[in-house]
């Protein structure tokens, strides 16, 4: 085989010509005559014993070229990557076949290089860095829902329904007269004033007594479902029971059950650190996410559609594994039917992600590439211990499973992140940053 033609062309994609010689288009043409003949009739010998010539005489002497070239071809398209030092993204297309009189064949693909990235500053960027302060409000909030999450429900008697109670009732909903699917049920406890009901229907339970049954009317908001919006409907209720939420006190004795500690102070104290933790986290996360965004900004690169649309399966694929849908095979426009991923949405939600996690993808590669970095096999062993703890394993395990040219690459990452992060200096925020 020998490679010619060879020229790139925009955004990324290239295109060159393999040629096979005479000998090695023979032996496939052979090959594809064995392979077939076992399937093919001639009258006077036996099904499959007749020979190349008399088929060939019969149906043509090209009867076995597609098949030939259909086996030479990635042959063919391996030779001239190889020839080329070519790294692409994305499957091959085949521009041209042709099968010349001399009996060569040759085939012109298309394929979509991998980019190239010229990077620009990705050491010592500055971004902004909030530092949120903890808040006695904030404290006070959190622990308030600790004694919502531990509150117990206590029954109400001798008055009526009010907001903020959990009322118990039964309802049946009535549509001109007919009940209406979705409409009825027996024992459920709505708690009054979550609006988790069609506005209207908690305020006029509000009132009732136990025991009390009342028609309410009520008229679905026009952006409710197309078979209920805007109509005028009565529900028929019972109030079986009320209950409100009881508060634990807020003492040692709360402190004992709900935490590790043994005074309210001690809980108090925790409870602030925790929160600024997660403040100092979220900061960095945003500082960080911030740089890897200007890094990105400043680099040069084409990216080539299919990459991105990789990612995007990949994403995709790896939310339905979340759900039990595993199977690979199953084709991307089933997956997205079945998850009910529109092409609009898909674009809108997922797409500009998808792209981010691409260009960030080869921000890291090029630096790697532009440092030099490498990987010694005390860091890779560091590493895989460091893995293994995380996921409660034998660190023979970890690299048995994930292999050395995995391991290696993901250190590789970790370093040329950790330097474009470490050198990141962090600015004060601006005013109106501050305010968002």
Avoid: W
């Avoid at 005479?22 to 090959?31: H, L, T």
């Amino acid at each position: 085989m020998i490679v010619k033609n060879v020229e790139k062309k925009e955004n990324n994609i290239a295109q060159f010509q393999v040629e096979s010689d005479k000998a090695e288009f023979e032996a496939a043409v052979n090959g594809a005559y064995l392979k077939n003949k076992k399937n093919i009739y001639i009258p006077g010998f036996r099904k499959g014993k007749a020979p190349r010539a008399v088929i060939e005489g019969m149906y043509g002497v090209e009867v076995f070229y597609e098949d030939a070239m259909d086996e030479l071809a990635p042959q063919a398209f391996e030779f001239g990557l190889k020839e080329n030092e070519l790294r692409i993204v994305g499957a091959p297309s085949i521009v041209d076949v042709n099968v010349s009189d001399e009996k060569t064949v040759s085939y012109t693909f298309s394929v979509n290089l991998y980019p190239e990235v010229t990077l620009g500053q990705y050491k010592g960027i500055e971004a902004p860095k909030a530092k949120k302060e903890v808040t006695d409000e904030d404290v006070h909030a959190e622990i308030e829902s600790a004694r919502k999450r531990n509150a117990r429900m206590v029954g109400v008697e001798g008055r009526p329904a009010q907001m903020g109670d959990t009322a118990n009732i039964n309802f049946d909903g009535y549509l001109d007269g007919v009940p209406f699917e979705g409409g009825k049920a027996e024992d459920y406890n709505l708690e009054l004033g979550s609006q988790s009901f069609v506005p209207g229907f908690e305020e006029q339970v509000c009132g009732m007594n136990i025991g009390e049954e009342k028609d309410l009317n009520i008229t679905f908001p026009e952006e409710y479902t197309p078979e209920l919006a805007g109509k005028e409907v009565v529900f028929k209720v019972k109030l079986n029971d009320l209950s409100v939420s009881e508060l634990p006190e807020l003492d040692d004795e709360f402190v004992k059950d709900v935490s590790e500690y043994d005074t309210l102070d001690e809980y108090t104290a925790s409870v602030r650190e925790d929160i600024q933790k997660q403040y100092d986290e979220q900061a960095e996360s945003q500082f960080r996410s911030d740089v890897m965004t200007k890094a990105c900004e400043n680099m040069q690169v084409e990216i080539p559609d299919v990459m991105v649309d990789d990612k995007i399966e990949e994403i995709i694929r790896n939310y339905a594994a979340n759900f039990g849908m595993t199977d690979h095979s199953v084709p991307m426009e089933k997956l997205t039917e079945m998850m009910g991923l529109s092409e609009e949405v898909i674009n809108m939600s997922i797409r500009p992600g998808a792209l981010m996690q691409v260009k960030g993808d080869l921000l890291i590669e090029a630096i790697i590439k532009a440092e030099n970095l490498e990987v010694t096999d005390e860091e890779k062993e560091e590493y895989i211990n460091k893995m293994a703890e995380s996921v409660n394993a034998k660190p023979e395990e970890v690299k048995e499973y994930f292999g050395d040219a995995f391991i290696t690459s993901e250190k590789l990452k970790e370093k040329a992140t950790a330097l474009m992060f470490d050198t990141a200096v962090a600015t004060e925020p601006k005013e109106e940053e501050k305010a968002e």
